[in-house]
């Protein structure tokens, strides 16, 4: 009992068994699946179900008491117990921290339901995490009793299952720190640049298609500064609503001009480029210089594509720029996981600008910038996180470079192909017996993300933790990551799980999709036995089906 | 409930029209509109939901007029604000096109390219990045496109002064963190990516910093943008130190406080802007946050701040201390904790304290240490820190490893081994060059405790060849707004910056030592820029012959350099060179 993090406990299990336990073996070739949009096709809206009013309104009332609650809490905290916060007045003459306007909805709702996140692991996040048990002992404290629990892990973003601590790409990893040392020493500029990083730089380049590319190290800071050498005040860039922060970020550092559509709406992008274009900048009516229309591959939050066959449609009538970000959709997506140009079977020479993250499919961490040589030989000098910030230690890159070929079928022939199968199959699996049991999800089919929909503020901490102790660990996201009715849960599919696995959570979640009631989609979005009818089946009923039916074009 | 509008707008105007004709007896008046007013009222009865909105006006209606009129002029003004939306205002500024001018417009717009196609003005700087084969350490083989290969070279390139690098311990440590974790930490620390090894980097942070807590950022290049807006918005207010990096300026861009500049390290010129600010702020209710940011070894020009002197100007005037220790951690100070362990300053005087793990600590990511309420209030609001996955574990545990290294190995003095070697190597060089660099082309600009040693072209001989003071734009400054227009392409700063690559390349041919130079995006930079400075990287496991070495070939080139570029006609023979570089 202590109220530091102990050491990782010892683990006595054989080499195989924790293997295993990293990533599961594949039983049969029933559960492979290959995904791609098929060519021509228009990619379907995807239909995002309504609750029955009765959930809409339970929470708001929710969110309503809970302010009223904590409001009364932060009157009588203030007087009786003014030590707890200090950190919010005025002290000797010096500012508070933060505003406690600003920090009530963190101090009074988040707080709350604070278990649910953070939870220290350690180990691989690989198909189970293991995490640290520990109690609340006060309302920032926790006690840790040492032990710790392995719980099936549909939280990491681990697409390919490439987060192991054997293989192939962990002895190449521990090779890169014998060969290269752990740490880079200096921006890429000055000495910072090794063999390692030009080959790593041609191997994602060749794996993507295009001619060269630069690898950074860490995904946000990709984002985050890269605008600015693209574009300046008389440039416009027009980005999705629900673009990632980093993006938004990198956007505002940029100085450029920015108009945001509707998200994934084609129609508002088409009009909102064609006025814009015509109005040109604001007040000088001047031409704007470029327009970039900045998307990302898979939306992290809904689940939803791109509808890239539409956008490059766009662009190339109006000669706009395209960035897009494949975050989520790098490795993921694609008969041969090279992304949403692969899925929709579009050269990935059609995208201006490909930025993408090694965090989420390869087990590495880290981004890169992918394109024309001109383009990444003008960002070489230009890019401010390539030139000020450190450049990626070498067992990330050997990382990087050991997966990919994985994927290509360098290294390990077969298991690459498997790893690509298998998340493809998984995804529609669990999407499949999720809708089928009556949960509203969102989502485009093939997205290995799957938000379930939770809507009341209280069933984020309810379905949190009974699915902790049905050692099953999912991430839940609320206001201000959602709009502030729908929190939901957000299950991230992997290679890693098993059939069995994907089983197991889809009868859990259906016992606690009864309890707290949850199954209450309206069959919109498909799962319907009967068309017209909401989608009620028990569970027996859709694991007999589910391995056939998932593998239907449309899921339904 | 537009119809309901209506009806009431129209009541409006009649009830207006009504008062002009009246006799100004106020009960008359009133009497009369009550009545009118109860008439025009049961036309409401008609329209759908009508019956509510007049058993409300009944109500409230109490038999007084004029507090009905004065609650629709509320409703009225009320509905207006709420439909004039934001956009609406620049409403006059939208022209009216048809479609088919639309199409006309769309087809006859010519945009510019992505990205300009790189000249060979800018280009030959492309080719000379040194490529390290294998090993970075203190002597690698490298191999640049414009020299070719080099199979041993001395590296004083490398922001690695310690050589952890090449230290057993943290490559075990690392080995063994990949072993039982794999690479990546594969999410965000808030959703299932923080290890006990993170936290055990958190807790010797802080222990080695005497901090209350630390947090981690997975790159150091972004850790001030985000800790910085984290805490200072519109309305706060920062005094900053004009020679600050680059990662800072945009970090103060994008947190939107109001800036004050004070000059580069001059204690006056911020004690004569913080006292002509205090009787402004002393009046401000309530009191914004308000901050003094500096560097505590400069990046751009290598000198240190002067910490006990900002230290007494902030708790004078209350200001907080924001302090960035990218490149003092690991090097100033006995055993290597930075400025305020170097002047015996505590570090609880310091409220904010970043730094990085990719130099010193031959590892990577950022760090940020100090009190509870500020490290706690960044994990959830810090956008680089939520938004983005966490430090890899290995990179967790080799930071850890290098603290160990070095405060447990000490001597006896308590000075750390390796920190003192550093101190000494650095002042031996400094020394040496200052003594030696005595022909008026180079001079040493950095401190003496700086381990990167800044050698920048000769103020008298800079004149000579007509070189500006300083590069870049002064509008930041002037105007606490950064320029609009980028700062271009300058002929001088290349040719500089050539200069010192061609005193780089001899370096590396005639000694095998590799060099490297201040290397900036001057487009970005929203501050004056200095000149590009020659710079020498100190590193531990470097012999002093090699030092002395470096010494007299610097010498030598330097006289010939300075014979060779006399004027501003040699500069322009550069100029055709450096196109075929």
């Excluded at chain 2, 009649?14 to 009369?32: D, G, H, M, R």
Aim: aromatic content about 10%; charged content about 25%; glycine content about 6%.
């Amino acid at each position: 009992m202590s109220y530091k993090i102990p050491n990782a406990p010892v683990d006595t299990r054989s080499p195989e068994e924790l293997a295993e336990r990293e990533y599961g073996r594949l039983k049969s070739d029933d559960y492979l699946y290959v995904s791609r949009h098929p060519v021509g096709e228009p990619l379907p809206t995807p239909v995002d179900d309504e609750p029955p009013y009765i959930i809409y309104i339970s929470t708001y009332i929710s969110y309503l008491i809970l302010i009223i609650i904590g409001h009364i809490r932060d009157f009588f905290g203030k007087i009786f117990k003014p030590q707890d916060y200090e950190d919010l007045v005025e002290k000797n003459g010096y500012a508070p921290w933060y505003d406690g306007f600003e920090s009530f909805y963190v101090r009074r709702l988040k707080l709350r339901i604070d278990d649910c996140f953070a939870r220290p692991i350690h180990g691989v996040p690989g198909r189970f995490v293991k995490c640290f048990d520990r109690f609340r002992s006060s309302n920032l404290r926790y006690t840790y009793t040492g032990t710790s629990t392995e719980c099936l892990n549909l939280s990491s973003y681990n697409y390919l299952g490439f987060a192991q601590s054997q293989g192939v790409c962990t002895s190449t990893a521990l090779k890169c720190v014998d060969d290269y040392g752990t740490s880079a020493c200096s921006p890429r500029a000055h000495c910072g640049t090794t063999d390692l990083h030009r080959e790593c730089e041609r191997v994602v380049a060749e794996y993507l298609n295009q001619d060269d590319s630069i690898v950074i190290s860490q995904g946000y800071g990709t984002n985050a500064n890269l605008f600015a050498s693209l574009v300046d005040p008389e440039c416009l860039i027009i980005s999705d609503e629900l673009n990632h922060a980093s993006i938004r970020f990198g956007i505002r550092l940029s100085g450029a001009s920015v108009k945001v559509f509707k998200h994934n709406d084609m129609n508002d992008l088409n009009k909102l480029i064609r006025n814009s274009i015509a109005q040109g900048q604001p007040r000088t009516h001047r031409s704007w210089k470029k327009i970039i229309i900045a998307v990302e591959g898979l939306y992290s939050m809904e689940g939803n594509m791109v509808n890239l066959p539409e956008i490059v449609r766009l662009k190339e009538k109006y000669r706009c720029y395209l960035f897009v970000d494949e975050a989520h959709s790098i490795g993921a997506l694609g008969p041969e996981g090279r992304g949403v140009c692969d899925y929709f079977s579009i050269p990935h020479s059609k995208i201006d600008v490909l930025m993408g993250t090694f965090t989420k499919s390869f087990g590495a961490t880290g981004g890169y910038i992918s394109g024309k040589q001109e383009l990444i030989d003008a960002l070489r000098i230009n890019y401010i996180t390539n030139i000020y910030g450190e450049s990626v230690p070498p067992p990330i890159l050997g990382q990087i470079i050991s997966s990919l070929n994985v994927l290509t079928g360098k290294l390990n022939k077969g298991e690459g192909v498997e790893r690509l199968k298998r998340i493809a199959f998984n995804s529609r699996y669990l999407r499949l017996g999720l809708k089928r049991l009556g949960f509203i999800v969102y989502g485009s089919d093939d997205s290995p993300v799957i938000p379930l929909l939770l809507f009341l503020p209280a069933k984020m901490p309810a379905v949190s933790r009974l699915l902790y102790d049905c050692n099953i660990a999912v991430v839940v996201v609320g206001y201000p990551a959602t709009p502030l009715s729908s929190s939901r849960v957000r299950l991230c599919v992997s290679s890693a799980l098993t059939k069995e696995d994907l089983d197991y959570v889809l009868t859990k979640f259906s016992e606690i999709g009864d309890l707290t009631y949850l199954k209450f989609s309206s069959g919109i979005a498909g799962g319907s036995k009967i068309p017209g009818e909401p989608p009620r089946w028990s569970i027996e009923e859709v694991l007999e089906h589910n391995t056939e039916d998932c593998k239907k074009p449309k899921l339904t | 409930m537009a119809s309901q509008e209506n009806v009431q707008a129209t009541m409006s105007t009649k009830l207006v029209t009504a008062t002009t004709t009246l006799q100004p007896s106020f009960e008359q008046f009133s009497s009369i509109l009550a009545d009118k007013f109860v008439g025009y009222l049961d036309y409401l009865n008609n329209i759908p939901g009508g019956t509510i909105v007049l058993r409300y006006i009944k109500s409230s209606y109490k038999n007084d007029p004029v507090r009905s009129l004065f609650e629709l002029c509320l409703f009225i003004l009320a509905c207006n604000y709420f439909l004039s939306s934001k956009k609406k205002e620049n409403r006059s500024d939208i022209l009216d096109f048809s479609e088919k001018e639309i199409d006309e417009l769309c087809r006859q717009w010519e945009p510019a390219p992505l990205v300009e196609k790189l000249g060979p003005q800018k280009s030959w700087d492309l080719r000379c990045t040194p490529e390290i084969k294998g090993h970075n350490g203190a002597m690698v083989q490298v191999t640049t496109p414009h020299i070719g290969e080099r199979v041993k070279a001395v590296n004083l390139a490398s922001s690695d002064f310690l050589n952890l690098n090449e230290s057993e311990a943290v490559s075990s440590a690392a080995k063994s963190c990949i072993s039982t974790c794999g690479v990546g930490s594969c999410g965000p620390p808030n959703f299932y990516g923080t290890q006990d090894v993170h936290v055990r980097l958190e807790e010797d942070l802080s222990e080695y910093l005497d901090t209350e807590q630390a947090i981690l950022y997975g790159q150091d290049f972004t850790t001030a943008g985000s800790v910085i807006a984290a805490f200072l918005k519109r309305g706060d207010l920062c005094v900053v130190d004009s020679g600050i990096s680059l990662a800072l300026q945009k970090a103060l861009v994008v947190s939107r406080c109001d800036l004050e500049w004070y000059d580069h390290n001059d204690m006056d010129h911020l004690d004569r802007i913080l006292s002509e600010l205090s009787p402004i702020l002393d009046k401000q209710k309530p009191i914004r946050r308000r901050f003094i940011v500096t560097e505590a070894l400069f990046s751009n020009y290598g000198d240190i701040a002067d910490l006990p002197k900002i230290v007494e100007l902030k708790n004078k005037y209350k200001y907080r201390l924001f302090l960035d220790e990218t490149l003092s951690i690991g090097v100033l100070g006995d055993t290597g904790k930075g400025l305020p362990e170097y002047y015996g300053v505590p570090r609880s005087e310091i409220a904010i304290t970043i730094g990085s793990f990719a130099l010193s600590f031959a590892a990577s990511g950022g760090f940020c240490v100090g009190v509870t309420p500020m490290i706690h209030h960044q994990r959830i609001s810090s956008l680089a820190y939520v938004f983005s996955a966490s430090l890899a574990p290995f990179s967790a545990k080799s930071a850890s490893s290098a603290i160990k290294e070095i405060t447990t190995k000490t001597n006896s003095q308590g000075k750390s081994v390796l920190i003192s070697s550093l101190h000494e190597k650095t002042s031996y060089l400094y020394n040496q060059l200052k003594k030696t660099l005595t022909n008026r082309f180079f001079s040493i600009v950095s401190s003496p405790e700086s381990p990167i040693i800044h050698l920048s072209l000769d103020k008298e001989y800079r004149k000579r060849l007509n070189l500006p003071i300083f590069y870049g734009n002064t509008e930041f400054l002037l105007n606490g707004k950064p320029a609009r227009k980028s700062n271009g392409f300058s002929q001088r700063y290349n040719l500089e910056s050539y200069i010192l690559q061609k005193v780089i390349d001899e370096v590396l041919i005639r000694e095998n030592i590799l060099l490297t130079r201040s290397k900036n995006a001057l487009d970005h930079e929203n501050l004056p820029v200095a000149n590009p400075h020659l710079l020498i990287m100190v590193n531990v496991a470097v012999s002093f012959e090699a030092l002395d070495k470096l010494v007299k070939t610097l010498e030598d080139i330097s006289h010939e350099m300075s014979h060779k570029i006399r004027n501003q006609e040699d500069l322009q023979i550069l100029e055709q060179e450096l196109l075929t570089y």
